[in-house]
C-alpha cells in the first residue's frame, strides 16, 4: 500500500516546482500578505514556504496531510472548485509520501506555535509546542528521497531553481497585492522581492524589466452569455522580447493552454519579426462549470466548453488593442 501511495503521490507532485505551486496556492487560500520561500539544490534539498496566513488549528494538524480531508470543502464556492479541478486535498497528503514534511504554524487566537512532523500522511508524534509567528511555514526536505525514479527524472539543479523562480514570478504577478520573496539558503539577497500593496504593472517591472513594463497595455474582454472576463497586460508591438512570456491564470489557477498560445501567436506573428516574442499576462474568469473535469489537478494542460468562442473573443480583445498601437 505504501508503494502504490507513493507512486500517486509522484504524479501529483512531479518536481520541486509542482510542490511550491501548491503550497503557494495554500498560503493564497489562507489569506497570506507575504510569502517567503527558501530553497536548496533547486527545491530537491529544502524548499521552505512561510506565509502570515490563517495558520493551521492543533486540532487539524492530525488531518491536513490525510488525503481528501481538506478544509476548503465546506462552501459551495469550494464544491465549484471541485467541479473544476477534480479531487483537491491531495497535495500535502502526496508531499509527505515523498518527501520529509514539517509544519510549524499559529492561528491568531492560539497560545502558541506548534510543529508536526509526517510520514506517509500521518502525523509521526503529536504536535509539539513551540516559539513561532502567526502564519505557516511548511518545510519539505529530501524530496523523492524514497523515490529513485522521480529523482533520476529532475533536471540539473540550476533547472530545477528557474523552474521554481517561474512559479513565483507568475504568482507574484497574478497576486499584486502580496510580497513574495524567493531565496536560496544561506543567501542575504533574494533573488525575487515583490512588495505587498503593488501593482500588476509594478511587480511585471520588478520582475521582467522596465523594457518589459513600459511597452504594456491593458486588455479585457468579457461576455455574458459565454459567462467570460478577462484582464491583462500584454505587450505592444513596439516591443519584441528575446523570450517568450505568456502568465495565463484561469479562476486563478496558473494554467496553460496550447489553444490559446497557438491563437495568440498568429495574431503577434502579424506585428512582431520573426524570433522576437509578445510578454503576455492574461487573467480569465470561466464558470467552474464549463471547465472540463477529466483534466486532473496537477496538469497544467486546461480545456473549457465553448473553447473556440472564447478564444475568439481574447484574439480580438488582443488584436484590437495591437491594432490600437499601430494608429
Ligand atoms: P487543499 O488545499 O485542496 O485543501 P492541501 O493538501 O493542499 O489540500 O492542503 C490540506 C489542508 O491543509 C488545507 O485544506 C488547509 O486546511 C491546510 N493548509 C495547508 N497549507 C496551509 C497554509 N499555508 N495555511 C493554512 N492552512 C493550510
Ligand atoms: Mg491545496
Do not use: W
Amino acid at each position: 500500500e505504501t508503494t502504490v501511495n507513493r507512486i500517486a503521490a509522484g504524479e501529483v507532485i512531479q518536481r520541486p516546482a509542482s510542490a511550491l505551486k501548491e503550497m503557494i496556492e495554500n498560503s493564497l487560500d489562507a489569506h497570506a500578505s507575504t510569502i517567503q520561500i527558501t530553497v536548496k539544490s533547486g527545491g530537491m534539498k529544502l524548499l521552505q514556504i512561510q506565509d502570515n496566513g490563517t495558520g493551521i488549528r492543533k486540532e487539524d494538524l492530525e488531518i491536513v496531510c490525510e488525503r481528501f480531508t481538506t478544509s476548503k470543502l465546506e462552501k459551495f464556492e469550494d464544491l465549484a472548485t471541485i467541479v473544476t479541478y477534480g479531487f483537491r486535498g491531495e497535495a500535502l497528503a502526496s508531499v509527505s509520501h515523498v518527501a520529509h514534511l514539517s509544519i510549524v504554524t499559529k492561528t491568531v487566537d492560539g497560545q502558541c506555535a506548534y510543529r508536526a512532523s509526517y510520514v506517509d500522511s500521518k502525523l509521526k508524534a503529536p504536535p509539539k509546542p513551540c516559539a513561532g509567528n502567526q502564519g505557516t511555514q511548511i518545510t519539505v526536505e529530501d524530496l523523492f528521497y524514497n523515490m529513485s525514479t522521480r529523482r533520476r527524472a529532475l533536471k540539473s539543479v540550476s533547472e530545477e531553481h528557474n523552474k521554481i523562480a517561474h512559479i513565483v514570478e507568475h504568482y507574484a504577478v497574478h497576486n499584486a497585492h502580496v510580497g513574495f520573496t524567493l531565496k536560496k539558503q544561506g543567501e542575504s539577497l533574494a533573488d525575487i522581492r515583490t512588495p505587498p500593496n503593488s501593482t500588476v504593472v509594478d511587480n511585471i517591472r520588478i520582475i521582467y524589466g522596465n523594457n518589459i513594463a513600459k511597452e504594456l497595455v491593458e486588455v479585457d474582454a468579457s461576455d455574458e452569455t459565454l459567462k467570460m472576463k478577462m484582464k491583462g497586460y500584454i505587450s505592444n508591438v513596439n516591443y519584441s522580447a528575446k523570450k517568450y512570456n505568456m502568465l495565463l491564470f484561469i479562476n486563478h489557477r496558473l494554467v496553460e493552454s496550447a489553444a490559446l498560445k497557438k491563437v495568440l501567436d498568429q495574431v503577434y506573428s502579424v506585428y512582431i519579426p520573426k524570433n522576437s516574442h509578445p510578454f503576455l499576462y492574461l487573467s480569465l474568469e470561466l464558470d467552474p462549470r464549463n471547465m472540463d473535469v477529466n483534466v486532473h489537478p496537477t496538469k497544467r494542460e486546461v480545456h473549457f466548453l465553448h473553447e473556440d468562442l472564447v478564444l475568439d473573443k481574447i484574439k480580438m480583445a488582443v488584436e484590437s488593442k495591437l491594432l490600437g498601437c499601430n494608429t
